[in-house]
């Protein structure tokens, strides 16, 4: 995949990569209504309080684990 971008004026400047913070994110699998799992993703450095309310959820079979795409 290529870093930069086509607009209607031409080809974009890629993104800085230095101004994004990273974070960790935890999953966690649990049984999904009519089958498989589903995978919860919240940010391992989250309090008890933030962690109720940030995160997000995906079918497990959606997962690619990072090594595969490095």
Do not use: C, K, N
Not at 41 to 57: C, K, M, V
């Amino acid at each position: 995949m290529d870093s930069e971008s086509t607009g209607q004026d031409g080809p974009r400047e890629p993104l800085p990569r230095d101004g994004f913070e990273s974070t960790v994110l935890t999953v966690e699998l649990e049984p999904s209504v009519g089958g498989g799992e589903r995978a919860i993703l919240y940010p391992r450095e989250q309090s008890a309080d933030g962690a109720a309310t940030h995160w997000i959820t995906a079918p497990s079979e959606l997962l690619i684990a990072t090594e595969a795409i490095r």
